[in-house]
């Protein structure tokens, strides 16, 4: 009964930890496009 739970919270913390990074490449994608479009603007 505890293992199951260790695992569940494992998951549940990767999971918290995947949707920071992908929210954390998003922005930096958005952030890329916008210097892109700077340069390609000027």
């Known amino acids: 009964m505890r293992t199951g739970l260790f695992i569940l919270i494992n998951l549940l913390l990767f999971f ?6 992908f929210y954390y490449n998003i922005c930096n994608v958005i952030s890329y496009i916008a210097i892109i479009n700077q340069y390609l603007i000027y």
């Open 16 to 21: 918290v930890l995947m949707n920071i990074y």
